[in-house]
């Protein structure tokens, strides 16, 4: 088990960029792939991207490809979810999620740790 936490999510003008964080206290966050969902309430959850243990590589659905960048700062105990470009529909819940297995594929719903969310809101 590993505990999680998002945060940064906040207003932004569309076109901006965010930067959102997972972070754990927890020793075991090293051992754990990290990956970003985000879904809106009564609507399904869409996978984002992935990042390894190690951070040096990443996973993206094609539907997520070129705005969307993963990283990893393990002296840190955090992963980054960079959303350049910001549109109205980018607008909702943003989780990570934490699995052993580092996913590859976009059919991925998650692993069994969860953070609580973290909400963006885009302006126009």
């Known amino acids: 088990q590993v505990q999680l936490v998002e945060s940064g999510g906040r207003l932004v003008q569309a076109g901006g960029s965010l930067r959102l964080s997972c972070s754990s206290s927890?020793?075991?966050?090293?051992?754990?792939?990290i990956s970003w969902f985000r879904q809106a309430p009564g609507k399904e959850r869409t996978f984002i991207a992935a990042?390894?243990?190690?951070?040096?590589?990443?996973y993206y659905p094609d539907s997520m490809k070129g705005r969307f960048t993963d990283s990893r700062d393990s002296a840190k105990n955090k992963v980054f979810l960079q959303i350049a470009n910001l549109r109205p529909e980018d607008a909702t819940i943003y989780y990570c999620s934490a699995d052993p297995q580092f996913p590859v594929k976009s059919e991925y719903l998650g692993g069994n740790n969860w953070g609580q969310g973290t909400q963006v809101t885009v302006s126009l």
């Open positions: 990042i390894d243990a190690s951070g040096e590589s990443t």
């Open positions: 927890g020793r075991s966050f090293i051992r754990y792939a």
